[in-house]
T-cell receptor, first 115, second 112 residues
């Protein structure tokens, strides 16, 4: 069964610090992996999308890495800001072409940034 | 910047009643989706829609669910006879190319 596991479940850090969120998946065959940010009570917003051939992708202070051999991804947040407080969701697509059909979502990491 | 919009933001209904959740996708997008998220759980795919028909649906999307694109702008999800376990956030998403979905703010459905 396709699964996406994220760790930690929750994380509290001080404003200005860096942090790294982890995602392990068993989805196979694998097409692409996405990281979303979801503010409380809002819909997910895409941060990065990587195909199996990409190792790293950045979006401002967010940097995602991917190791397709070990089926692991990480999301690194640099110089955290209060507005980074949210759930970060790892989503893996098993279908070539990256369509939404069959997307497997992780439960997310709940990140809290404290002043 | 164009956004996906959803109405209502919160819907409270009695068990057994029909509900219709409405979405206005981004205007030039071609692919449309519904997801749901039960409180404290992960987002789950319900259905995808393209070219005026369902392209894929999950096990959750049973005969109680239906989707429609009644005109050029709206995309609706109907639940015919709601159950307690249908209580969740329902997210609509749209995409121009199937690669990145743009999610709406969600409708919180509470079934009493």
């Amino acid at each position: 069964k396709n699964q996406v596991e994220q760790s930690p479940q929750s994380l509290i850090i001080l404003e200005g610090k860096n942090c790294t969120l982890q995602c392990n998946y068993t989805v196979s065959p694998f097409s692409n992996l996405r990281w979303y940010k979801q503010d409380t009570g809002r819909g997910p917003v895409s941060l990065t999308i990587m195909t199996f051939s990409e190792n790293t992708k950045s979006n401002g202070r967010y940097t995602a890495t991917l190791d397709a051999d070990t089926k692991q991804s990480s999301l690194h947040i640099t110089a955290s800001q209060l507005s980074d407080s949210a759930s970060y969701i790892c989503v893996v697509s098993p279908i070539p072409g990256g369509g939404a059909d069959g997307l497997t979502f992780g439960k997310g990491t709940h990140l809290i940034i404290q002043p | 910047e164009p956004e996906v919009t959803q109405t209502p933001s919160h819907q409270v209904t009695q068990m057994g009643q029909e509900v219709i959740l409405r979405c206005v996708p981004i205007s030039n997008h071609l692919y449309f989706y519904w997801y749901r998220q039960i409180l404290g759980q992960k987002v789950e795919f319900l259905v995808s829609f393209y070219n005026n028909e369902i392209s894929e649906k999950s096990e959750i999307f049973d005969d109680q669910f239906s989707v429609e694109r009644p005109d050029g702008s709206n995309f609706t999800l109907k639940i015919r006879s709601t159950k307690l376990e249908d209580s969740a956030m329902y997210f609509c998403a749209s995409s121009p190319t199937r690669d990145t979905q743009y999610f709406g703010p969600g409708t919180r459905l509470t079934v009493l």
